[in-house]
C-alpha cells in the first residue's frame, strides 16, 4: 500500500472524506486518523490546516498515522469522558487500538502520532507501557485554551 499525505483543512466534513480516502487499510488505522483528525477540530479549532500522513512503518503489520497541526500548544491527554457524554473518548481509542503514540512539538506545530500493529496491544504516550517515562495518564487535547 502507498503512503498517503494530505493537506486538508480539518472540519467535520472532511472526517468521513480521510475514512473515505484510506479506505485501503485496516479498520484501526482508518479510526485513529479520524480520531486524531477529530481532535484537532475540537481542540485546536475547524478549519485548521493539517496535514494527515500514513506510512507503512519499520515492520511487518505496522502502520503510523501523523496528524499535523500548526498550533504548537496543548498538551494532549487521556480523559475520562462521563458515561453519558457524546465526546471526549478519541484519545481513549486511539491509545487502546494503537502499539505507540506521541507528540512531537516543532517550531511550526505539533505531530499527533500512532503506530497501529494487527497484533497490538494497549499502549499508553510513548510505548506499551509508558516507555517515554509517562505513567500513561497523558495524550489527548482535553483542556486546551
Avoid at 487499510?25 to 493539517?50: F, K, M, Q, S, W
Avoid at 500522513?53 to 494532549?76: F, K, L, N, W
Avoid at 481513549?92 to 500493529?117: I, N
Amino acid at each position: 500500500m502507498r503512503a498517503v499525505e494530505l493537506r486538508i483543512p480539518a472540519t467535520p466534513k472532511a472526517v468521513p472524506e480521510l475514512r473515505h480516502r484510506l479506505r485501503g487499510y485496516d479498520y484501526d488505522v482508518r479510526l485513529c486518523a479520524t480520531e486524531l483528525l477529530t481532535n484537532v477540530i475540537e481542540h485546536v479549532g475547524d478549519g485548521t490546516p493539517v496535514c494527515v500522513s500514513v506510512v507503512r512503518a519499520g515492520g511487518p503489520g505496522r502502520t503510523r498515522i501523523e496528524v499535523t497541526d500548526p498550533d504548537p500548544r496543548g498538551t494532549p491527554a487521556v480523559l475520562s469522558a462521563a458515561e453519558t457524554a457524546e465526546g471526549g473518548r478519541g484519545l481513549v481509542l486511539v491509545s487502546a487500538l494503537a502499539h505507540r503514540w506521541g507528540v512531537e512539538r516543532g517550531p511550526g506545530g505539533k505531530t499527533v502520532w500512532c503506530e497501529v500493529v494487527r497484533e497490538r496491544e494497549p499502549a499508553g504516550p510513548g510505548g506499551r507501557d509508558g516507555e517515554d517515562g509517562r505513567d500513561g495518564a497523558v495524550a489527548g487535547l482535553g483542556g486546551v485554551p
